[in-house]
């Protein structure tokens, strides 16, 4: 049995020593590159619900299920900059004789 437990505790620590380091490493480095953090939820992917504007105290709507909080328009949630989708149509000019 002490073997076991012994194993569990050895597999926790690691865990724990792994999202240590990563966490040190995401606060020295920003994230940089084409996932930006998004400026308007600054990264958290939520932002105020409207329902909490008008709010006498309560909160909660459908769309923010009752947290007062819901994703956010700009980055859809995730909380980094999503490129916006652009369709280029390329034509080739006619060589038209008159």
């Given amino acids: 049995m002490v073997p ?10 690691g ?9 040190s ?8 590159g084409p996932f930006q953090r998004c400026p308007t ?6 932002v105020s619900c409207i329902c909490s ?3 006498d105290g309560d909160v909660g709507c459908r769309t ?12 859809g949630g995730s909380g980094t900059g999503r490129p916006i989708p652009v369709q280029l149509i390329v034509r080739q000019p006619t060589n038209r004789s008159f």
């Fill in 25 to 32: 490493v995401m606060d020295q480095k920003p994230m940089a």
């Fill in 64 to 75: 923010c299920s009752g947290s007062g909080r819901r994703a956010c328009s700009s980055c």
């Fill in 4 to 13: 076991i437990v012994l194993t569990q505790m050895a597999t926790g620590l």
């Fill in 41 to 46: 939820c600054n990264g958290t992917g939520r």
């Fill in 53 to 55: 504007r008008w709010s």
């Fill in 15 to 23: 865990v724990l020593a792994g999202a240590v380091f990563v966490k």
